[in-house]
T-cell receptor
Framework: EPEVTQTPSHQVTQMGQEVILRCVPISNHLYFYWYRQILGQKVEFLVSFYNNEISEKSEIFDDQFSVERPDGSNFTLKIRSTKLEDSAMYFC????????????FGQGTRLTVV | KNEVEQSPQNLTAQEGEFITINCSYSVGISALHWLQQHPGGGIVSLFMLSSGKKKHGRLIATINIQEKHSSLHITASHPRDSAVYICAPHPRAGGGADGLTFGKGTHLIIQP
């Protein structure tokens, strides 16, 4: 069964460092998403991406965040200068037709900023 | 902004019991997801529905679009059903961020 794959599963980084979280969406999907979940809190939408551009982003997704689809298979989330409060689980998701269709989630990357 | 309320927040039940988890939301939606999150953190999509009812094994999800309410039922509950169940409405086009809005989740524990 096709699945969304995220790497790494866990990343520890120093405050101020740049991190790149990687996702391989399901191959025929066109819509891609990043969400985050701070420990003990609910999952929050960060950004959606379609046709090689951001289609929507939340207030959380400020200038320190960026997304990219560098090739036909990967979808990345970059955090330029990490802060302690960026520590969270980051989930990638993809769907084939976007709005109102089922999204499939990766297993998440646990980011710890120290 | 879509306000999503789930109830109960925590539920402990005995194996075999019938479980109901409720979700209410405040704005018009195109669809609603029910998700399951296990202690390791991974999220699995259980259902995506936009009307009526769906059934998959022991799980049943219903939605009433007019009342802005959805329920997830588990029949013959089992300890392996222990997880956090999250309701995530998907807003209509033009309704703001086109990502999902998530409820806080219902933490379900099924005791043997």
């Amino acid at each position: 069964e096709p699945e969304v794959t995220q790497t790494p599963s866990h990343q520890v980084t120093q405050m101020g460092q740049e991190v790149i979280l990687r996702c391989v969406p399901i191959s025929n999907h066109l819509y891609f998403y990043w969400y985050r979940q701070i420990l003990g809190q609910k999952v929050e939408f960060l950004v959606s991406f379609y046709n090689n551009e951001i289609s929507e982003k939340s207030e959380i997704f400020d200038d320190q965040f960026s997304v990219e689809r560098p090739d036909g298979s990967n979808f990345t989330l970059k955090i330029r200068s990490t802060k302690l409060e960026d520590s969270a689980m980051y989930f990638c998701a993809s769907s084939d037709l976007g709005l109102g269709t089922e999204a499939f989630f990766g297993q998440g990357t646990r980011l710890t900023v120290v | 902004k879509n306000e999503v309320e789930q109830s109960p927040q925590n539920l402990t039940a005995q194996e075999g019991e019938f479980i109901t988890i409720n979700c209410s939301y405040s704005v018009g939606i195109s669809a609603l997801h029910w998700l399951q999150q296990h202690p390791g953190g991974g999220i699995v999509s259980l259902f995506m529905l936009s009307s009526g009812k769906k059934k998959h094994g022991r799980l049943i999800a219903t939605i009433n679009i007019q009342e802005k309410h959805s329920s997830l039922h588990i029949t013959a509950s089992h300890p392996r059903d222990s997880a956090v169940y999250i309701c995530a409405p998907h807003p209509r086009a033009g309704g703001g961020a086109d990502g999902l809005t998530f409820g806080k989740g219902t933490h379900l524990i099924i005791q043997p």
